[in-house]
């Protein structure tokens, strides 16, 4: 097996099946750049993995026993084309991602990719470079196969390094015959004239090898992305499929690499393969992650990276006890090196804070806030978006101590930071809306209310309108992020609600209403179990999506009783006082008058 990512031709498609393929085809590269960037050069975690793995099979043993007293970098290709433990051990991991064995690996994949890439520089300056093409041939399962011949045009992605052959009939031989199961492929690899990308690096590996000459055999590294060209029949026992190599220039792959959206600020450690792995909603795995990284943490800064990361785990996975533990283990060590006033306290209170609003402690939340936001507003060049934050979270808890005119102060600073520092379609504008109308309902000021939602539901119409080129993108990252999430989480987390949420603001403005409806029929069940009176203005706001899209489908009628149901759950559940209740009742019934049956393409982009 090969294994290997399919990336479709088109980035814009709206056909759904694409979109998991194009997002696990992303994470692929993402954990591909992690891999071969890290700094690290012990082995030892690696060779006692191999041990516990072959603890039963003295030869292997052996072998390992040999690696760990020889092993040196420049040598990683031979003990790679070794039949042994390595070779069968490192081609699963790559095969199925499987993360924590391939961090196992990492030295030893990072000293091959280094190899091959070192043989590729010498291989351009001499008369290999001018090498046309090279070959393949292997049984694959015919789904797969699928896979690639409904994707000609779109790119591929093999996750493990790739032996091809500059002999074609060899390469045949090793393609066999097709059965019922698996079909014979004959991987026909073109290369340009001027293939000296380095990050696609290939190199003829004979004098490195254990095979030698003989097979005239050539090493990919793993993840070299390939474009599907074309795909033909050489007889009915085998059919041919034509690949040819991208160079960073290419368009698509430039494209899909702009859209990974993880930030790594240069750093290649165990953390950052957290931070992975965190984004993508894998929780679980984050916090081993973070916690072994921990354990190996040699200076305060480091320490404090690990605590902060170890918190964020934690609180997404909602243990909030042991996520507050680690904030304050963060906390101690700024307090042991830096003045008490330094600006690096603030994040930190805040998300002290943050977790005492889980927990439903609202006065240590407000006080840590408060702490928070007095630093920020000392610093130097304090943050704007941040202290936009803290403003909001105080406004938030105010108003939950029933404390509205205070907590009105603080929700307009908000609003008036947001409007400084941020362009006007960004979604924390309408948050800030939302947060007022809620504030003016229980003030009994529906008017401003009503105002205030109005602004809310332009702000957000107006965003994704501006994003449109994103969409595709965005839809492939949540949904991958829900397939991850659905497996590691509790049905009824929190994070599930936003991550629903997000999906039916993607499938709405793609103007897939029945997929939006569904997901924010998801995401208002869930809120009403998990959110009540924390964030009221998620579920005001998603409940104006629901009724939009549903008028959207002409079926008014369901909007109308969607709108009467909800009215009566909030009195029923106390989540709003009656007058609250019709005022929103007034919102969502407006949306029936404003929101136009299925529009055009140009009316969504005017």
Same mark, same amino acid.
């Given at each position: 097996m090969i294994g290997f990512e399919v990336a479709p031709v088109q980035l814009a498609s709206t056909e759904n099946n694409r979109n998991m393929q194009e997002a696990s085809f992303m994470y692929a590269q993402l954990l591909k750049g992690i891999?071969?960037?890290?700094?690290?050069? $012990?082995?030892?975690?690696?060779?006692?993995?191999?041990?516990?793995?072959?603890?039963?099979?003295? =030869? =292997?043993?052996?072998?390992? #026993?040999?690696?760990?007293?020889?092993?040196?970098?420049?040598?990683?290709?031979?003990?790679?084309?070794?039949?042994?433990?390595?070779?069968?051990?490192?081609?699963?991991?790559?095969?199925? #991602?499987d993360i924590d064995t391939l961090y196992h690996f990492r030295v030893f994949i990072r000293d091959m990719h280094r190899t091959v890439s070192q043989l590729h520089i010498a291989m351009m300056a001499s008369n290999e470079r001018k090498l046309t093409k090279l070959y393949r041939g292997q049984l694959i399962p015919s789904n797969d196969f699928e896979k690639i011949r409904s994707n000609v045009g779109g790119l591929l992605s093999i996750n493990r390094f790739l032996s091809t052959s500059a002999d074609r009939d060899l390469a045949l031989v090793f393609a066999g015959k097709s059965t019922n199961d698996d079909t014979a492929v004959l991987l026909e690899i073109s290369l340009a004239s001027n293939h000296t990308d380095s990050s696609a690096p290939f190199?003829?590996?004979?004098?490195?090898?254990?095979?030698?000459?003989?097979?005239?055999?050539?090493?990919? &590294?793993?993840? @070299?992305?390939?474009?599907?060209?074309?795909?033909?029949?050489? $007889?009915?026992?085998?059919?041919?499929?034509?690949?040819?190599?991208t160079q960073d220039n290419d368009p698509q792959l430039t494209a899909l690499a702009k859209y990974m959206s993880i930030e790594l600020h240069e750093r290649y450690d165990l953390t950052t393969l957290g931070m992975f792995v965190l984004d993508i909603g894998d929780y679980h795995r984050a916090k081993q992650f973070f916690a072994t990284a921990l354990t190996a943490a040699k200076t305060p800064g480091h320490r404090v990276r690990c605590h902060n990361l170890l918190g964020m785990a934690?609180?997404?996975?909602?243990?909030? $006890?042991?996520?507050?533990?680690?904030? /304050?283990?963060?906390?101690?060590?700024?307090?042991?090196? +830096?003045?008490? $006033?330094?600006?690096?306290?603030?994040? @930190?209170?805040?998300?002290?804070?943050?977790?005492?609003?889980?927990?439903?402690?609202?006065? +240590?939340?407000?006080k840590y806030f408060r702490r928070a936001l007095i630093i920020e507003q000392a610093a130097i060049e304090p943050n704007y978006v941040e202290?936009?934050?803290?403003? &909001?979270?105080?406004?938030?808890?105010?108003?939950?101590?029933? +404390?509205?005119?205070?907590?009105?102060?603080?929700?307009?600073?908000a609003?008036?930071?947001?409007?400084?520092?941020?362009?006007?379609?960004?979604?924390?504008?309408?948050?800030?809306?939302?947060?007022?109308? %809620?504030?003016?309902?229980?003030?009994? /000021?529906?008017?401003? =209310?009503?105002?205030?939602?109005?602004?809310?539901?332009?702000?957000?119409?107006?965003?994704?309108?501006?994003?449109?080129?994103k969409l595709d993108d965005a839809l492939m990252h949540f949904q991958e992020s829900l397939r991850i999430k659905l497996k590691s989480l509790n049905p009824l987390h929190p994070e599930m609600a936003g991550t629903y949420a997000s999906l039916g603001n993607i499938y709405n403005a793609l103007q897939s209403y029945d997929k939006a409806l569904e997901m924010y029929e998801n995401t208002v069940k869930l809120y009403r179990v998990t959110l009540?009176?924390?964030?009221?203005?998620?579920?005001?706001?998603?409940? &104006?999506?629901?009724?939009?899209? +549903?008028?959207?489908?002409?079926?008014?009628?369901?909007?109308?009783?969607?709108?009467r149901e909800h009215y009566e759950w909030s009195?029923? %559940?106390?989540?709003? %006082?009656?007058?609250?209740?019709?005022a929103l009742q007034n919102i969502l019934e407006s949306i029936l008058d404003k929101v136009p049956l299925i529009p055009s393409i140009e009316e969504r982009v005017i």
């Open positions: 891999l071969i960037n890290m700094k690290d050069n $012990d082995t030892s975690d690696m060779i006692e993995y191999c041990r516990q793995e072959n603890a039963s099979n003295k =030869a =292997a043993l052996d072998i390992i #026993q040999n690696f760990e007293l020889n092993y040196r970098p420049e040598r990683a290709i031979w003990w790679y084309s070794l039949d042994s433990f390595l070779y069968r051990i490192l081609n699963r991991a790559l095969h199925v #991602q190199a003829g590996i004979a004098a490195y090898s254990q095979f030698g000459s003989g097979e005239r055999e050539y090493l990919f &590294s793993m993840g @070299t992305v390939f474009r599907i060209d074309r795909i033909e029949d050489i $007889d009915h026992d085998c059919v041919c499929i034509h690949l040819t190599l934690y609180e997404k996975l909602g243990d909030y $006890d042991k996520a507050l533990e680690q904030f /304050q283990l963060e906390l101690k060590i700024h307090r042991q090196n +830096l003045p008490v $006033d330094h600006p690096v306290f603030a994040p @930190t209170y805040s998300n002290i804070a943050v977790v005492y609003m889980d927990r439903g402690q609202l006065d +240590l939340a407000l202290l936009s934050v803290y403003h &909001s979270h105080i406004g938030l808890i105010l108003k939950a101590k029933s +404390l509205l005119k205070e907590s009105l102060v603080y929700q307009k600073k609003l008036s930071l947001r409007q400084m520092c941020l362009p006007p379609i960004h979604p924390s504008i309408a948050e800030a809306y939302n947060n007022l109308a %809620t504030i003016y309902y229980g003030l009994h /000021q529906n008017d401003k =209310a009503i105002c205030m939602h109005k602004k809310a539901w332009k702000s957000q119409r107006r965003a994704i309108l501006y994003s449109q080129d009540m009176r924390k964030h009221p203005e998620k579920l005001v706001d998603t409940m &104006s999506s629901l009724i939009e899209c +549903l008028v959207k489908l002409g079926r008014t009628d369901e909007a109308r009783e969607r709108i009195n029923r %559940t106390l989540w709003h %006082t009656d007058e609250e209740a019709r």
